[in-house]
């Protein structure tokens, strides 16, 4: 079945540093994609989104492309801040769902130190 | 985006009682969630609730643990029966707006003791 997979956390970083933040999926057909974030005691916040193969979703500096080629949706942001210390979820709705619900891989906990 | 509230935000129960969570959600929303985010651990769907109907549980969530109601398009509650320690979690409502965007409320964060 469609599933998604993210880089083992912690991924631990000095302030201005590049990140980069690992996924993969298998999907059947070409669902959208998406980026979740989790800030310490909070809901989750949609980050950013890829609706079709070769779209660049971004918000607040992140960036990740959808790849159709490699079946990945990496997460990337240029200098990361102590405010984005946070968890990201990568997600995609399965097609066992009819592209409704949402799965999401199991997290990358950053942590980014002044 | 779509608005989303919660409560409790919080709670501590003891176990072999019962909780009721409510979620209201803005007029965007068409489809309304229920995740389980255990301590540490990713989001696992507990069901999709549909209104005025009974909500479409995901293998390993029955209805009589978590019942589940939707009495209209912006409103729906969560209840954890008959509680366990097992049942210390965050619980969290989520509604899918028209454009396919899925948002989430604060969450409830549930102790049992």
């Known amino acids: 079945g469609d599933s998604v997979t993210q880089m083992e956390g912690p991924v631990t970083l000095s302030e201005e540093a590049f990140l980069t933040i690992n996924c993969t999926y298998t999907?059947?057909?070409?669902?959208?994609l998406f980026w979740y974030v989790q800030y310490p005691g909070e809901g989750l916040q949609l980050l950013l989104k890829a609706t079709k193969a070769d779209d660049k979703g971004s918000n607040k500096g992140f960036e990740a492309t959808y790849r159709k080629e490699t079946t990945s949706f990496h997460l990337e942001k240029g200098s990361v801040q102590v405010s984005d210390s946070a968890v990201y979820f990568c997600?995609?709705?399965?097609?066992?769902?009819?592209?409704?619900?949402?799965?999401f891989g199991a997290g990358t906990r950053l942590a980014v130190h002044p | 985006s779509a608005v989303i509230s919660q409560k409790p935000s919080r709670d501590i129960c003891q176990r072999g009682t019962s909780l009721t969570i409510q979620c209201q959600v803005d007029s965007q929303v068409t489809m309304m969630f229920w995740y389980r985010q255990q301590p540490g651990q990713s989001l696992t769907l507990i069901a999709t609730a549909n209104q005025g109907s009974e909500a479409t549980y995901e293998s390993g969530f029955v209805i009589d643990k978590f019942p589940i109601s939707r009495p209209n398009l912006t409103f729906s509650t969560l209840t954890v029966s008959n509680m366990s320690p097992e049942d210390s979690s965050i619980y969290l409502c989520?509604?899918?707006?028209?454009?396919?965007?899925?948002?989430f409320g604060p969450g409830t964060r549930l102790t049992v003791t």
């Open positions: 999907a059947t057909g070409y669902p959208s």
């Open positions: 989520s509604g899918r707006n028209r454009v396919d965007e899925q948002y």
């Open positions: 997600a995609l709705p399965p097609f066992s769902g009819g592209y409704n619900k949402l799965i």
